[in-house]
Each structure stands twice: as structure tokens, then as C-alpha cells.
């Protein structure tokens, strides 16, 4: 059953909320990923709301999901500009980066018209490699590749230069996975930066973070270090099925100011969508 599910049936029948229902809420909200302190605030919020009108409570608490997500605000969009990207995906290893590159690159040219170049920038794994080199071959995408255990910036020069050449707009680069110490997370970011600058200037660089939604708060902690190690753009959630609760995505957008870019629901290329506040939040709430 969907998180969403819980919560309308959790309103069914209600037309107000006492205050111990409130508390049952609260201990809801914390079950669908909420933090502890996130999840009282929520209730708090929406109990001082209902005092001026208690009709609709669900939808009360649904405009205020929206408003928690609303907070971070998503980098530019490059796609409906002349304007060649970077993008670097990170996470650790088994959130499912490879193929969400490679879901990128399909959403990119089927819905942008954008021309991708992947780049196999996990050095660190030999299958990882292999696996974007068959996914660009189901996509009919150019794969740039070196040997395991190469410069992972050699791996994004490469494909750069290979978009210049070649006319590309978009470098999808699926980065190692291997749980990084700060500093060498760090360093090895930094080079690519310097890298993708060295092209060219105009050149717009983002660093998406790749989420398992099923991981529910430990998805809050990988943000946690990978954003306080570098600058992360924007997250993308995965493996959001009937499984995931999703309630990690409104501490994300409040407490480390990280909008959520893309979502995941299934295996497929196509599987992928650009993140909808609005939508997100009526689900989460169990409105249709």
C-alpha cells in the first residue's frame, strides 16, 4: 500500500482532528520518513490552521506539504536553452546511477531533442562501464569510456570534447559509487569542475544526487554528507514504487534546501519524470 493510501484512510470519516489525533498523525508523518521534529512542525502548522477553519483537514495538510517542498528552489533549466550541459550524477553504489543516466539521456533526447553523450566516469567499477556502454547501445547514444581504474575527469574531457566535435548538448556523466571520504569526494569533483570550466565558460555543470526512495531517513544522510561535500544541484529520487514512503523528499527540501529534479518508478527508459511539487504532495496525502 502506498504511503498515501494510509494517510486518506487515516482521514476517512473524519470531518475535524482532536488533539489526539492530531498525535496520531504526527506518529504517521514520522512512519512515511518524516524526521521526528519535521513531522511535530507539520502538525503543529496545520492544528493552528484548522483553529481558523477545521473542514477539508486533508487538503489543510496537503497545501502545506507543498509549501515544505516549495522551499528549496530547483537550479535553472538548461533544457530550453542553446547551452551545452555537464551532468553529473553521484551516490553510492545501488541507488541505481548507471541506469538513471542512461534514463536521462532518453528523456532528454525524446522530450528536449537534446543530443546526449554518456560518459563512464566510474572508473572505480568495470561493470559499471559495461553497463552504460549497453545501455548506449539499446539508446543509439555515444558512450565515452576509458579503462578500470582511470581518471574519472580524463573520462568527462573526453566526452566534452567528443560534444563539441560532434555537435552534442548534453554530457550525462555516471560517476563512482564507492562510499567517499569527504576530502577525496572533494578533490575528485573539483577536477571535473576545472575540467568542464577549461572547455568552455559557458558550459552549464549540475550534480545530481541519485536517492533510493526505499531507503527512507538513510537517504536523508547520504544527502547530508554528499551536499555539506559539495554542492549539490538537485536530487533524483528512485525506485519510488509501491514500496516507498517519500516522506524523506520534504526533509530534503527544508532542512538542506534540495530540490527534488527528477523521479523514478520503474525499470524502463521511460520511467522517469520531471519532479511536480504539487503532484508529489497530493499523492503523498492520498489525494487524487
Request: hydrophobic share 40%; aromatic share 8%; with cysteine.
Amino acid at each position: 500500500m502506498k504511503f498515501g493510501e494510509r494517510l486518506k484512510n487515516f482521514f476517512l470519516g473524519k470531518t475535524s482532528l482532536g488533539e489526539e489525533s492530531f498525535d496520531d498523525l504526527c506518529d504517521l508523518l514520522i512512519e512515511g520518513d518524516f524526521g521526528p521534529a519535521q513531522a511535530y512542525k507539520m502538525t503543529e502548522q496545520l492544528k493552528e490552521r484548522c483553529k481558523k477553519d477545521s473542514h477539508d483537514v486533508m487538503r489543510k495538510l496537503c497545501v502545506l506539504l507543498e509549501e515544505e517542498l516549495d522551499k528549496a528552489k530547483p537550479a535553472a533549466s538548461f533544457l530550453n536553452e542553446n547551452k551545452m550541459a555537464a551532468i553529473l550524477i553521484l551516490g553510492v553504489n545501488g541507488v541505481g546511477k548507471t541506469t538513471t543516466a542512461a534514463k536521462l539521456s532518453h528523456l532528454f533526447n525524446v522530450k528536449y531533442n537534446k543530443k546526449t553523450i554518456l560518459a563512464a566516469a566510474d572508473t572505480f567499477r568495470a561493470a559499471a562501464i559495461d553497463q552504460l556502454k549497453i545501455h548506449g547501445e539499446k539508446l543509439n547514444v555515444r558512450v565515452v569510456a576509458h579503462k578500470q581504474g582511470g581518471d574519472p575527469a580524463a573520462v568527462v574531457y573526453d566526452a566534452l570534447e567528443a560534444a563539441l566535435s560532434g555537435g552534442a548538448d548534453v554530457i550525462i556523466a555516471d560517476t563512482a559509487g564507492r562510499m567517499h571520504t569527504k576530502s577525496s569526494l572533494v578533490e575528485e569533483l573539483k577536477k571535473i569542475d576545472r575540467v568542464v570550466e577549461s572547455k568552455s565558460a559557458d558550459i552549464r555543470c549540475l550534480k545530481y544526487l541519485v536517492l533510493d526512495a526505499t531507503t527512507g531517513r538513510n537517504a536523508f544522510s547520504q544527502a547530508e554528507i554528499f551536499n555539506s561535500a559539495v554542492n549539490i544541484d538537485g536530487v533524483i529520487l528512485t525506485k519510488y514504487d509501491s514500496t516507498a514512503k517519500g516522506g524523506v523528499v520534504f526533509s530534503l527540501a527544508s532542512e538542506l534546501n534540495l530540490p527534488v529534479a527528477y523521479v523514478c518508478t520503474g525499470e524502463k527508459y521511460t520511467d522517469i519524470e520531471t519532479f511536480d511539487n504539487e503532484k508529489f504532495a497530493k499523492e503523498f496525502a492520498g489525494i487524487e
